[in-house]
């Protein structure tokens, strides 16, 4: 069983930065792909980034691309949604998730791929 912990959201304005973390127990941390999802009110659960299990292949919605940067440290079981540039429309509830994955190189953008969820982090960005 995989635990996933998310930490680093909060409210900040326009234009800001913050960086999310989730730590991540139970498994080996190198066998884990990774992603980052988000559910704003009244909407579902969509992808936003990615990583493979080595880092080498990372994946982005459009609607983030240029502003988020998804990185991770296989030493500290640790993996990072930098977001900057933020806007208004990325106000939503964060949440991390993991997948065992057998291939190194894979980046995972389905939520259905995914095995582990993390309990989310919340957003908020004024105007």
């Known amino acids: 069983q995989v635990q996933l912990v998310e930490s680093g959201g909060g409210l900040v304005q326009a234009r800001d930065s913050l960086r999310l973390s989730c730590a991540a127990s139970?498994?080996?941390?190198?066998?884990?792909?990774m992603g980052w999802f988000r559910q704003a009110p009244g909407k579902e659960r969509e992808f936003v980034s990615a990583i493979s299990r080595e880092g080498g292949s990372t994946s982005y919605t459009d609607s983030v691309k240029g502003r988020f940067t998804i990185s991770r440290d296989n030493a500290k079981n640790l993996v990072y949604l930098q977001m900057n540039a933020l806007k208004p429309e990325d106000t939503a509830v964060y949440y991390c998730?993991?997948?065992?994955?057998?291939?190194?190189?894979?980046?995972?953008?389905?939520?259905?791929?995914?095995?582990?969820w993390g309990q989310g982090t919340q957003v908020t960005v004024s105007s």
């Open positions: 139970g498994r080996t941390f190198s066998s884990l792909a």
């Open positions: 998730a993991a997948k065992a994955s057998y291939i190194s190189w894979r980046a995972y953008t389905s939520s259905t791929e995914y095995n582990y």
